[in-house]
């Protein structure tokens, strides 16, 4: 079965400084990976999806990228600010369509001012 | 852009008894809702996956007999935790794809956290 990693349970950075989160998966390469950002006693909400047919996505502050060679995603917050903090999810499509999304643990950034 | 609605956000309830929780599309019709579990500082895990006019399909290790999952309607799911246990403790999160009805975004509820006692 699909795992997904996501290597750090939490990540410490200063304001204006660049946030890199890392998404690696172990099985089969999805059709496309998405990003999620959970606030606590929040529901998810979607920040940005990329195909495996696209090497990187953009979203003002936000980008993306995804190397199927080495089942990896990256997702960086530029210009951090202290709002940003929250846990960033990275969501596979389980393989099949119309099926739903399997996340990972999530990355806990902390933006300190 | 598309609206899911959860209710209600927080409940408390002793050991033994129902609780039903809502999930509701405000401004679209899903046809396949999911509901996810998670516990604290672990990823969402998938319970079931929940489709209009008929039985939910779940996932390995989730009792469906105790997680009773209704989609009677195209913009309406409901979970109820029966004879809810300590250990059914956890945040609960409903979610249903988007107007376009394909699952490559998911809209979420903004959970509700059960606290049995």
């Known amino acids: 079965s699909q795992k997904i990693e996501q290597n750090s349970e939490a990540l410490n950075i200063q304001e204006g400084k660049t946030a890199t989160l890392t998404c690696n998966y172990t099985n089969y390469s999805p059709a496309y990976l998405q990003w999620y950002r959970q606030d606590p006693g929040r529901g998810p909400v979607f920040l940005l999806l990329i195909r495996e047919n696209e090497k990187e996505k953009r979203k003002e502050r936000l980008k993306v990228t995804f190397d199927t060679t080495l089942k990896q995603s990256l997702f960086h917050i530029t210009a951090s600010q202290p709002a940003d903090s929250a846990t960033y999810l990275c969501?596979?499509?389980?393989?099949?369509?119309?099926?739903?999304?399997?996340f990972g643990k999530g990355t806990t950034l902390s933006v300190s001012s | 852009g598309a609206v899911v609605s959860q209710h209600p956000s927080w409940v408390i309830c002793k050991s033994g008894t129902s609780v039903k929780i809502e999930c509701r599309s405000l401004?679209?019709?899903?046809?396949?809702m999911f509901w996810y579990r998670q516990f604290p500082k672990q990823s969402l895990m998938l319970m079931a996956t929940?489709?209009?006019?008929?039985?939910?399909?779940?996932e390995q290790g989730v009792e469906k007999d105790k997680f009773l999952i209704n989609h009677a309607s195209l913009t309406l799911s409901t979970l109820t935790v029966t004879s809810a246990h300590p250990e059914d403790s956890s945040f609960y999160i409903c979610s249903a794809s988007g107007p376009r009805a394909t699952n490559e975004k998911l809209f979420f509820g903004s959970g509700t956290q059960l606290s049995v006692l």
């Open positions: 929940s489709n209009e006019g008929s039985k939910a399909t779940y």
């Open positions: 969501a596979l499509d389980m393989g099949q369509a119309g099926t739903a999304l399997i």
């Open positions: 401004d679209f019709q899903a046809t396949t």
